[in-house]
């Protein structure tokens, strides 16, 4: 690479030795195969057994991250972790694509009148169907079905394998390879939904609102919130399904955070006033557990650690409460933004575009790190991994040094402290 585009990642976070000296190790490290001099890496999704980086030619490239959580009888021969699986590239027709999801072996990307699924770990185009209206949102995956979320009100229900009754969907295709280099091939190894059995056919699912965020799997099922403040639970049920719901009365101020078997949200009163529920999800309804006061309005998710709760505040702020009664913690004031938990601290992006350390026992910036070149934030709320990316395609994944110890107990010969995925010659 020409030393005039190259990204340095000497002295950074991505640097092996920077991230052991913060208790963290680097799992892997990537660079993402396009043409950097063209285009650039612009988001970046943590999905399920993958990391999916989008840049902006609309190309969608898959790297294999672990499986969470480990499991002792997972498949043999899995990918190499951090290793690019696959290269897919989305229709130019379709102008605008919302960020894709993963799960149940397939990556789903919702466009603005169609939904493509292709298999996680090869790239190949599974499936496509054509939407009845616009997509207003990243589908959920959640046991054997996707939901799209459509304008009007709609989520589309579609079956993650339309052709489950036989021997397995990818092999029932006729493919024309492992490089699908045109629209037009890709759309002949497409399943057609016209000729699917009864009981995978698409239907309609009405939300009686448009939805204020994108749905959420939950036990084979989905949940959603509407714009009115009505938050939904469709679950299978013998002989049918079954509907719960529950008024919040106002809409929520952030994507709704499901732990086990309660819910965590937050309404805004005014601009300076808000309230945190906890809402408790039992097979025979959604129960109000707690409902806790804030004096400011809070934006974005809330996440969660252990027992505690993170509560974003619209003046850049966070504030922790106690998971189990909503007990008041500690709250920090200066602007930050949450990236991700991991190594047992809050990785955030500050005013100043720095990558920050908050510690969550009592809300204490401890470190404070340049972000160059990894200037395109990554939000992970779904492992405890620190993800970077940089414009330029060079993606690492850091991971705290004791788990990685703890995972490499057994059947690992890496020494002096070197990841084997990155030993060199």
């Not at 493919?175 to 399943?191: I, K, P």
Request: glycine letters at 8%; one cysteine or more.
């Amino acid at each position: 690479m020409p030393c005039q585009s190259a990204e340095r990642v000497w002295g950074t976070l991505g640097d092996a030795f920077v991230a052991e000296n913060v208790g963290l190790r680097r799992e892997w490290i990537v660079q993402v195969p396009f043409d950097s001099h063209a285009t650039r890496l612009t988001h970046v999704t943590i999905a399920e057994g993958l990391v999916l980086a989008s840049t902006g030619d609309g190309s969608l490239h898959g790297i294999a991250a672990p499986v969470e959580p480990a499991e002792a009888d997972l498949p043999t021969g899995l990918p190499t972790v951090g290793s690019v699986l696959w290269t897919h590239h989305r229709d130019p027709r379709t102008k605008s694509y919302f960020p894709p999801t993963a799960g149940s072996g397939i990556v789903v990307i919702a466009g603005d009148f169609v939904v493509t699924g292709i298999a996680a770990q090869s790239g190949h185009t599974l499936w496509k169907y054509p939407l009845p209206s616009p997509a207003t949102g990243t589908p959920a995956i959640s046991g054997d079905w996707v939901y799209v979320p459509i304008e009007r009100g709609r989520l589309l229900r579609l079956p993650v394998n339309p052709l489950r009754k036989t021997s397995g969907l990818e092999n029932t295709l006729v493919t024309s390879g492992q490089d699908e280099t045109t629209t037009q091939e890709t759309e002949l190894n497409a399943v057609s939904f016209n000729d699917v059995d009864d009981d995978t056919s698409p239907w309609q699912i009405s939300t009686h609102s448009s939805l204020a965020f994108p749905p959420l799997p939950i036990n084979k099922g989905v949940l959603w919130c509407t714009t009115a403040g009505t938050i939904s639970r469709f679950l299978e049920a013998t002989p049918d399904w079954i509907r719960l719901e529950f008024q919040l009365g106002r809409p929520p101020s952030g994507q709704l955070l499901i732990s086990n078997d309660s819910l965590f949200t937050a309404i805004n009163s005014g601009t300076s006033a808000s309230d945190v529920v906890r809402i408790d999800l039992l097979p025979t309804g959604n129960v109000f557990a707690w409902r806790e006061p804030l004096t400011d309005s809070v934006r974005g998710a809330i996440w969660q650690l252990d027992n505690t709760i993170f509560v974003p505040l619209s003046t850049g702020g966070l504030t922790a409460l106690a998971a189990e009664d909503g007990r008041w913690l500690w709250t920090h004031s200066k602007k930050i933004q949450l990236l991700t938990i991991a190594a047992n601290k809050l990785w955030c992006l500050d005013d100043m575009e720095r990558l920050a350390t908050v510690d969550p026992s009592d809300g204490r910036r401890l470190q404070q790190f340049c972000l160059d070149p990894f200037s395109i934030p990554v939000v992970n709320r779904h492992t405890d991994r620190l993800i970077l990316a940089s414009p330029g395609g060079i993606i690492t994944s850091l991971v705290s040094r004791r788990q990685q110890s703890n995972n490499e107990t057994e059947g690992n010969t890496a020494t002096n402290g070197e990841n084997p995925q990155e030993q060199q010659p």
